[in-house]
């Protein structure tokens, strides 16, 4: 019979493009009717066929008996493709594998060396616990052998049976030990690489091994065996913290000396998380000074994020931000350099960059930072910005377009500027045309992962450590609100939680915070697009929250109160619904206070249609759900509203009602309820509390805060009970009962769930002897005194039966226990709560940070 090679099956596959699945095809049906003769060598190189074409793809688990049969063969050619078969297509549910222990176990004691070797090879790659459990000695005592590549393989197929049979390791540490006193230097090598993966888990379990490590990292001369070493020595030097001293020199020298950068990585890697650099031992560097260990580091890490190289540049970066954890004054220095790193067109090394400085952000260098990352958002190929026509230059970041807008307004843009008067980016109109034009593809900004980044680090850089970074509030702010227009990912909620974090707390910011909530809520493109649960919709309820819980800051302006009901607001959450009309009711009073100040009859006409405006605008909203309402703001409560945000309407129309009966005649005087309406809102001035006050209030004595407040209640679902016997009111006389019956409900009345049904012999009475409705007397009511002489007798009546009733609860409360007096409650300090209290700075001062 002709039989092809695997030659042979190369050049058909090459000569057979056109219809390659047909002659693959037929070449396993030759295969298949090979593997099952009787000749060895046919048997081979059908396996051998095989093995190429699972390389392919192609599945070969039907010919595993197989593979076991040819690597069975004397012959070690033949072996080998078996044991190749073996470690492509085996694996752990392999049901021949138990067919092969002790064909394994056999070419393990052999006595040619290659057989050893394929046979260890073979086991490392198709090891099961079994295998692992019944084969480590044999393993093991391959150890011994005298040829050292036999050795090396063999402590690699050790540390593959150990994964699979922990048991073993405890067999396994005397032979590592003893494997890295091994005359040959390959040996050695492996020993420490096993040992290295090893101490990963468990690296107590090597710390005993320290000192002939110690001796091989200043002996040796392998590079590859010294990375090694020395990434072991980071794992053992946090359970040793003696080791720390002991490497402060070995590993000053291979810094100052090795030209090798995966070694010298190493080097700063252990020394950083081992905290080596701790010891205050100083080291020579390459000129001969005397320098600070940890200064060196961080000098040698400027030739890893200088290189050109995006590897050494990603870890470097790691590595200084791990240097930042533990001596941020070394990574200051490196300020520039990092900077540089931002634009880097990996986006890995971007993230890495971005991580490190947000660590460096001070004072001086906070404004630049945040600069450039805003830049970053606006340079987009991807996300579009949309041009805001109607908005003017908000914040730091002018929107394109002339702005013919107020004076006050004027001054506001020129308080959203940095300390040196520079705009923060620029112009957004002009960017968006460019990258319109240019067409270009998506960059590395373009992720949105990564400008999720930049938004939390640009956040967390300005509210560190309480605004301590901060010198212009309103700057602050004014970021926060272009971030809203050039975030591109759904930051709504952080953004809006800082806005208001800000505007509570620095009493300083919140005219100016005020105003550029308006802004933003007047903006048609930002509020057209809020739907429910989106980021706009968000940062617009709190927007809508700061102007009406501070618009008396600001002018009042009837204008305002369009802002809060807009064409959006059924696009809302019932929440966020709820926020917008209290703002409303809260802006619509406080400019009623406001005009009243200066009443004629061109002011009473303009709150009369101001009035009627509004009570249009809620019956068109309320008629678009259910379709009911009027002119005069009759409207019926809509059923599909949420709770909150009908209750809060129902007060909104009410006062407009009241406001509209209060002004229906002209008058020379405003009515005082104009007056008096917002201070219903502003009685109590809103002080921000801090989250940890809660924490400081004492725990009474004796109070159990993990203990249930009542008893386990019985679980009923599943209890039967027997239907209760028929009671004729002729069985039982009027007033008769049973003392265990009076003795039960006693005992259920302090129950907070238990309904008492009225005194013993209401209980028994049936509903035919119930007294009729009509017959019921009528009784006066207690007026407060202002009743007639029946009412006083009755106030008689009811203080001596509340006498006799006192009496019964005094000997009903002799047998309870007095409940323990009120613990102090220790108010928190200013540690807690922001001084809400601080006087107002002078204009154009700096404001400070409320702690």
Known sequence: MFEKSLTDLIQGLRANKRNEAEYIQKSLEEIQSEVQQSDMHCKSTAIDKLNYLHMLGYDTNWANFNAVEVMASPRF???????????????????????????????????????????????????????ATDLFDDVAAVLGHSRPFIRKRALVCLYRLVL???????????????????????????????????????????LPLAPRLYQLMNSSTNNWMLIKIVKLFASLTPIEPRLAKKLHGPLSQLICSTSAMSLLYECIHTAVVGDIIGVPLPVT????????????????????????????????????GELQARRPELVVNQYET????????????????????????????????????????????????????????????????????????????????????????????????????????????????????????????????????????????????????????????????????????????????????????????????????????KVLCTAAYILGEYCSLLSANSEDIAL????????????????????????????????????????????????????????DLLSARTGEGNALGGIVAVAELPLQVTSRLRHFVEITKAVSVATSNPSDNAPQLCLELHELFTAYELNPVSAAAQGKVPIPDGLDLDSPIGGPIPDTEHIMFPPPPPVSPESRPRGSQSGG?????????????????????????????LPDVDDIPVVQLDLGGHGSEDAAKTRKKKKKSTKHGATKRERRNRVRTPSPPPAPVDIAGDEDMPDVSAPQPQPHSTPPAQH
């Open 77 to 131: 050619g033949e072996k080998r493709k078996g044991y190749l078969a073996a470690a492509q297509s085996f694996h752990q549910e392999t049901d021949v594998l138990m067919l092969a222990t002790n064909l394994i176990r056999k070419d393990l004691a052999s006595s040619n060396a290659m057989e050893v070797s394929v046979a260890l090879d073979g086991l490392a790659q198709v090891a099961t616990p079994e295998l």
């Open 164 to 206: 699979k049979h922990p048991e073993g390791l405890h067999a396994l540490a005397p032979q590592l030990r003893e494997r890295l006193d091994d005359p040959d230097p390959s040996v050695v090598s492996s020993a420490v690489s096993v040992i290295c993966e090893l101490a990963r888990t468990n690296p107590h379990n090597y």
């Open 285 to 320: 560097d390459n000129v001969g000074r005397e320098i600070d260990f940890a200064e060196l580091c961080a000098r040698k890490l400027v030739f890893f994020y200088e290189s050109a190289d995006h590897n050494l540049r990603y870890v470097g970066l790691v590595t200084l």
């Open 338 to 537: 990092v900077l540089k790193c931002l634009d880097d067109p990996d986006l890995s090394i971007r993230m890495r960059a971005l991580s490190v400085i947000s660590g460096m952000a001070t004072r001086r260098t906070l404004d630049r930072t945040v600069k450039r990352l805003m830049s970053q958002l606006i340079l987009s190929n991807t996300i579009r910005l949309q041009p805001v026509a109607s908005l003017p230059s908000v914040g730091s970041i002018e929107y394109g377009g002339k702005y013919n807008g107020s004076a006050a307004d004027s001054d506001l843009m020129a308080m959203a500027t940095d300390a040196t008067g520079a705009s923060l980016v620029s112009a957004r109109g002009s960017i968006v045309q460019s990258r319109q034009l240019t067409g270009a593809g998506p960059g590395p900004a373009d992720s949105p992962e990564y400008r999720l980044l930049v938004v939390e680090a640009i956040v967390d850089m300005c509210t560190r450590q309480s605004y301590g970074n901060l010198s212009n509030f309103e700057w602050y702010v004014a970021v926060l609100v272009d971030l809203v227009y050039t975030a591109g990912v759904d930051v709504g909620q952080l953004l809006s939680e800082k806005i208001l974090d800000v505007t509570v707390r620095v009493r300083q910011v919140r005219e100016f915070s005020v105003r550029l909530m308006r802004q933003m809520l007047s903006d048609r493109q930002l509020v057209g697009r809020a739907t429910s649960g989106s980021s706009t919709a």
């Open 564 to 619: 809060l009901l807009p064409e959006c607001f059924e696009k809302l959450d019932g929440e966020q619904q709820a926020t917008f009309i209290q703002a409303a009711i809260k802006v619509y009073t406080n400019w009623l206070r406001d005009v009243a100040g200066y009443w004629s009859t061109e002011v009473w006409e303009l709150v009369r249609a101001v009035t009627s405006s509004i009570i249009s605008q809620l019956s």
């Open 741 to 769: 019956g009076r003795k039960q409900r006693r005992s259920h009345k302090n129950e907070p769930f238990y309904l008492d049904g009225g005194n013993d012999a209401g209980h028994a009475r049936s509903l035919a002897e």
